[in-house]
């Protein structure tokens, strides 16, 4: 236990004493988290989402036109911005351009006409948008689905104005025809174990991203600590001390695991107080502790395991420091950390499964999302400790060849 | 404690690093183990050590193999590397107490190693400075002073004054030689210093190629190269011939090699009457033991600085 503590010891000694370290563990992952969680603040928020500039062109003028209008003004999604009926189709798209919008709306003059009429029109339809061309395929199905939605309204309205007669000796309330199709619609996002009606925050969802991360930039201190012992013939002396690979190796695994339990705590708490206090929403921590430390500890065994094969197979700390950072951005690429696996196409989707950080990523996501528990994150956790045990049986039987007979001569 | 040696043979891929090593370091005694870079100095040590393998061989200290009572060898051995073997970002105390815990120590116990260590190491006035911020003899001495926390039987020292200047590498050796002194320590000293093997060593082991190629006391091995060496101003032809005829001389340039032999008084008288004659004059005398580095010469062909 004296030997363990004081290897526990050194090891807080040289990290502590290593700024560079410090900041790669901690620093980085912090900032990371601040800036994701502050920057998709918007794309995860219900209360106030990103809003799409939208310029509008009424050349019609009349009732149902201005009741358009007014249905995408209220709808959130949408900055509208009136541009003059007088523009011809060149200069509407010349605006476009000019006003960096995504989208020009063309309320044409027979707009109010269309509205009425009982038998589908030919010819220019009585709406038409112009369209950046950078804007994305989903952003152009999303604005044609709202405009289709708000057509729809003003249509119901002017037919329900019409018929209303016909409704009234039908006995039929024509708010029922008015009421918005969303009004009929609840969207509950499905925990283990429960249902809640209140949306995952963007911190909710940064937060294990850039955990998982950082628990596996532990590469870079772990490798270079390991290879400048073995350059400064520290690791010859400590085999002379009849250091067992067993003891040296526990002797690395034993300070990064508190590490990254350091590293757990204090990203968990930037999530809890510090991106709240600016601006931000607050993480919350999910119902099960137990399988909070459960997951937590399997990503630090399997980056430490794949740390130290790294160290043993890198001759230089430059070779480990450019092959560790390699792997960690591809895992987290690959892994959902960076881009979140949702927005993937399927094959990537599948790609991203065989990243020990979308496995990490997963497991957190189950506690701290999905209200999961210890039984939730098993399957995470055992493929963590798989992938773990092997690189570090691979990095035993390389420190056993290294040991008998790489000194050089 | 004595180290025995037997037909050692160790190679890295193609490459022989030891070839047939076979010798006996004496208990108590300074060995000076001398060879260029390259020569398997390093190797040797740390196959002693017990921490790099063999390939073939056998090595037994003080009775005790090293394959079967490795750690009970390796508790009562210990190893000064030729790098500097601690952490610079800790300081020098954080240094000799990590590694005297790690040799088991905890305690009282570990406190009186280290004091030990740092009495040897004289480390007194920069304990508390980080090893990186040290300078060159300051980190050999500190080097040192962690390879003496387990209060070692044997001593493996390998190059531990690179590096440094005179006045260290001076203090360095009286520190090594007092530690042999007062505990009876048997070092192992490898290095491609001569100077320094001559002044510390009790017996001189040259290794060249992965082979010892001479092994004795140094006493013996310096009388092996003349008693007197004389070197002249100048060296007329007529004399060299007549030098020539003088039995147990050797002329190398300017210098003449005078063997040690029965006769040597006479032979002495006979050669200054000689000198005398041809008006050469002496110009520097050395009475006693050859030079480590002529025979080095002899033996090998080529000097240290030839690689």
Redesign the interface.
């Known amino acids: 236990m004296?030997?363990i503590?004081?290897?526990l010891?050194?090891e807080f000694?040289?990290i502590s004493?290593?700024v560079h370290a410090v900041a790669v563990l901690f620093v980085m992952p912090m900032a990371f988290i601040l800036i994701m969680s502050l920057a998709m603040q918007d794309l995860f928020s219900t209360q106030s989402p990103v809003r799409i500039p939208l310029l509008v062109s009424d050349r019609d003028g009349g009732k149902p036109a201005a009741a358009l209008l007014k249905a995408l003004r209220e709808n959130a999604s949408f900055e509208v911005k009136d541009i003059p009926a007088t523009l011809s189709d060149g200069e509407a798209a010349a605006a476009l351009n000019d006003a960096d919008a995504k989208f020009v709306v063309l309320i044409e003059d027979h707009f109010s006409a269309a509205i009425r009429d009982r038998k589908p029109r030919k010819g220019r339809k009585p709406l038409v948008v112009l369209v950046n061309p950078v804007v994305g395929t989903q952003m152009q199905l999303i604005v044609q689905s709202v405009l289709a939605n708000a057509l729809g309204k003003v249509r119901i309205e002017a037919m329900t104005k019409e018929m209303s007669p016909l409704l009234a000796l039908a006995r039929i309330d024509p708010r029922a025809f008015r009421q918005p199709s969303e009004a009929n619609i609840e969207m509950r996002f499905v925990t283990r174990g429960e249902q809640r009606f209140r949306a995952p925050n963007a911190v909710q969802q940064s937060v294990p991203a850039w955990l998982v991360f950082s628990m596996f930039f532990i590469v870079i201190p772990i490798s270079n600590t390991f290879i400048s012992e073995r350059?400064?013939?520290?690791l010859?002396?400590?085999?002379?001390?009849?250091?067992s690979r067993g003891i040296l190796l526990l002797g690395k695994m034993l300070p990064y695991f508190f590490i990254n339990l350091i590293q757990v705590v204090l990203m968990l708490l930037v999530g809890m107080y510090l991106v709240p206090a600016l601006g931000g929403s607050a993480l919350t921590l999910g119902n099960s502790p137990a399988g909070l430390a459960l997951i937590a500890a399997a990503v630090s065994f399997s980056s430490i395991a794949l740390a130290l094969l790294i160290a043993v197979v890198a001759r230089t700390t430059e070779q480990a420091t450019t092959l560790g950072g390699l792997l960690n951005i591809v895992f987290a690429a690959a892994g959902g950390v960076m881009i979140p696996k949702f927005v993937m196409p399927t094959v990537m989707q599948k790609v991203a499964e065989l990243s020990p950080m979308s496995w990490g990523l997963e497991g957190f996501l189950d506690i701290l999302l999905r209200n999961g528990g210890v039984r939730d994150v098993l399957p995470e956790c055992l493929a963590l400790a798989a992938f773990g045990a092997v690189m570090l049986l691979m990095t035993a039987v390389i420190l056993k060849k290294q040991?008998?007979?790489?000194?050089?001569? | 404690m004595t180290i025995r040696v037997d037909h050692l043979f160790k190679s890295y891929g193609a490459n022989l690093v030891l070839d047939d090593v076979s010798l006996d370091f004496r208990a108590g005694a300074i060995t000076g183990l001398l060879g260029p870079n390259g020569a398997g100095k390093t190797t040797l040590v740390s196959i002693l050590m017990g921490i790099v393998a063999r390939d073939r061989g056998r090595i037994l200290i003080d009775g005790l193999d090293l394959d079967r009572d490795r750690d009970r060898i390796q508790a009562r051995a210990s190893i000064v590397p030729q790098s500097f073997a601690f952490y610079p970002t800790l300081t020098a105390r954080e240094n000799l107490e990590y590694f005297g815990a790690l040799y088991g120590f905890k305690g009282r116990r570990l406190k009186a190693r280290m004091d030990a260590a740092i009495d040897a190491g004289s480390l007194q006035s920069f304990l508390g400075k980080r090893a990186a911020e040290l300078s060159g003899g300051m980190k050999r001495r500190l080097n040192l002073a962690i390879g003496l926390l387990n209060e070692p039987a044997i001593l493996y020292l390998d190059e531990p004054t690179v590096g440094v200047d005179a006045q260290s590498r001076s203090y360095l050796l009286e520190r090594i030689d007092r530690i042999n002194r007062e505990r009876g320590t048997t070092i192992l000293y490898a290095s491609h210093y001569m100077e320094e093997i001559e002044q510390i060593s009790h017996d001189i082991a040259i290794i060249d190629g992965g082979r010892i190629i001479l092994h004795d006391r140094k006493e013996d091995i310096l009388a092996r190269r003349g008693a007197v060496t004389l070197t002249l101003d100048r060296l007329p032809g007529a004399l060299k011939e007549a030098l020539g005829r003088v039995a147990g001389l050797r002329v190398e340039a300017e210098t003449l090699v005078l063997d040690r032999h029965e006769d040597l008084n006479r032979t002495l008288a006979g050669l200054f009457d000689l000198l005398a004659r041809h008006g050469a004059e002496v110009r520097a005398l050395n009475w006693g033991n050859g030079h480590l580095e002529a025979l080095f010469l002899e033996l090998t062909k080529r000097t240290l600085r030839d690689e």
């Open positions: 004296n030997r503590y004081h290897l010891k050194k000694l040289v004493r290593d350059g400064q013939g520290t010859q002396r400590l085999r002379s001390i009849r250091l040991f008998e007979g790489s000194a050089s001569p």
